[in-house]
Antibody
Framework: QITLKESGPTLVKPTQTLTLTCTFS??????????VGWIRQPPGKALEWLAL???????RYSPSLKSRLTITKDTSKNQVVLTMTNMDPVDTATYYC???????????WGQGTLVTVSS | SYVLTQPPSVSVAPGQTARITCGGN??????VHWYQQKPGQAPVLVVYDDSDRPSGIPERFSGSNSGNTATLTISRVEAGDEADYYCQVWDSSSDHPFVFGTGTKVTVL
């Protein structure tokens, strides 16, 4: 059974750095073709892809957010960490992690975690 | 970056067929994936690679892709199909490889 779960703060202040952890089970991030990505969704809005890390440690970022994002993995712990710097109220959203397969789609998603940016 | 455009809403009566379009430049040359998202829940993959279904997804969900439009078709619509639907493509040549559509709210009348 494949599961993913996001964890991290629910409230951050403007200018702070957000650190989110995705803890997964049921698959290995050392398997060829597998990745873990982060997608966010502001309240009432569409999904927005943020970043993805592949089994071979290749990393991809949304160009519009690349300067603020860092994605890393700890294969032994089955975890992927996303950091986003200089948080702003417009970054208020539900943040999802998801398994990427064949490098091109997301077949399993975490439940999501709502992050609010407010002073 | 690549843009995927969906109609904001589609309304359909129970038992009828819902068609949700996803427009993009020469989208027919890409593989399109579709996700269903019910209120307060995470997205669920319902169609991948234009027309394949993950295990557990009813045959009522089907997809097609040609030219500048991909379509998700839901046959014999049920009340439980009411949700937001998103298309997604992977553009290997882009610096923004994962693109989601604008989303369509399907309302079952």
């Amino acid at each position: 059974q494949i599961t993913l779960k996001e964890s991290g703060p629910t409230l951050v202040k403007p200018t702070q750095t957000l650190t989110l952890t995705c803890t997964f089970s049921g698959f290995s991030l050392s398997t060829s073709g597998v990745g873990v990505g982060w997608i966010r969704q502001p309240p009432g809005k569409a999904l927005e892809w943020l970043a993805l890390i592949y089994w071979n440690d290749d990393k991809r970022y949304s160009p519009s957010l690349k300067s603020r994002l860092t994605i890393t993995k700890d294969t032994s712990k089955n975890q992927v960490v996303l950091t986003m710097t200089n948080m702003d109220p417009v970054d208020t959203a539900t943040y999802y992690c998801a398994r990427g397969v064949a490098a091109k789609l997301f077949d399993y998603w975490g439940q999501g975690t709502l992050v609010t940016v407010s002073s | 970056s690549y843009v995927l455009t969906q109609p904001p809403s589609v309304s359909v009566a129970p038992g009828q067929t819902a068609r949700i379009t996803c427009g993009g430049n020469n989208i027919g040359s890409k593989s399109v994936h579709w996700y269903q998202q019910k209120p307060g829940q995470a997205p669920v993959l319902v169609v991948y690679d234009d027309s394949d279904r993950p295990s557990g997804i009813p045959e009522r969900f089907s997809g097609s892709n040609s030219g500048n439009t991909a379509t998700l078709t839901i046959s014999r619509v049920e009340a439980g199909d009411e949700a937001d639907y998103y298309c997604q493509v992977w553009d290997s040549s882009s610096d923004h490889p994962f693109v989601f559509g604008t989303g369509t709210k399907v309302t079952v009348l």
